[in-house]
């Protein structure tokens, strides 16, 4: 089995995505442009949406890493299909939700291996999301109405994770040393909801800096707002660049 890892010369790069939230599909490719040199890898959502696997085919051809946040959730059937599908497009991350189960995301595994061995390409990188960052205490408790707190829920989501054989999870910054003592040592540890000291959370209920969550052990900080609404957007970027060079130093 071969699976997306290969690393650029800049470590800061590695581990920063900025999440591609805007639906202009000529100012989301400008963004790219301005920032690939600083910026490792781009996640899609609304705009795969509106421009599909053209849009994640652009990006490949710009030689940037792709993250396909489909947060996939449906029969296991279903999600062969896509295992299938985001293997041959060539994306370097795909997100799954664990809440649908083990069976589910093991289908998305198998089915993905199989076509990474007959097309002879690497299959991406699969996480699964474990809690969003937007859901807080209450609401996994009374709106969801899922027992224990969401650290506990987290654990258990990474547990599931594991044994579907995923390469790793998305959980909040505050979850990361409980995350990797549940998972082995490689697995991949996706973290939304940092932001730099003072700059607003926005609708993340459980958030913490870029710096301590490198510290505890996150590969990947996704960040969107604090970039993309920032009027100069490489100063941001090569502020977040300092942070994670000093929490690494
Ligand atoms: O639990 C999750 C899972 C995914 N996300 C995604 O991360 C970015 C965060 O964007 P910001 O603008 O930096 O808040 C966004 O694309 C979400 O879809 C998440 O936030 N939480």
């Given at each position: ?24 599909r000529?100012?989301l ?16 959502n ?32 279903t ?16 997100t ?91 697995a ?34 996704v ?19 300092e942070?994670?060079?000093e929490?690494?130093?």
């Amino acid at each position: 089995m071969s699976v997306h890892t290969e690393r650029s010369s800049s470590p800061s790069r590695d581990k920063l995505c900025l999440a591609l939230d805007l639906t202009d599909r000529a100012a989301l490719l400008d963004i790219v442009d301005e920032l690939k040199d600083l910026v490792g890898w781009f996640k899609i959502n609304s705009a795969f949406t509106l421009f599909g696997p053209e849009l994640v085919r652009e990006l490949l051809a710009r030689d940037v890493r792709v993250f396909l946040d489909l947060k996939l959730h449906d029969i296991p059937n279903t999600l062969a299909g896509y295992g299938t599908a985001v293997t041959e497009l060539g994306a370097h991350l795909v997100t799954v939700h664990t809440s649908g189960g083990v069976d589910m995301m093991r289908s998305l595994v198998t089915s993905a291996d199989e076509a990474a061995a007959q097309l002879n390409k690497p299959r991406p990188t699969f996480v699964g999301v474990t809690i969003l960052t937007s859901t807080d205490q209450t609401g996994l408790n009374q709106e969801l109405n899922v027992p224990g707190t969401v650290e506990e829920e987290v654990a258990r989501r990474a547990g599931l994770a594991k044994e579907a054989g995923l390469d790793g999870i998305v959980c909040a910054p505050v979850e990361l040393a409980t995350a990797r003592k549940v998972l082995p040592d490689a697995a991949f540890l996706v973290t939304p909801g940092t932001r730099s000291p003072g700059v607003s959370g926005n609708d993340h209920r459980r958030v913490g800096t870029h710096a301590n969550a490198i510290a505890d052990g996150s590969s990947l900080l996704v960040i969107g707002r604090q970039v993309l609404h920032s009027e100069d957007r490489r100063t941001t970027v090569a502020q977040i660049v300092e942070e994670i060079e000093e929490a690494r130093a």
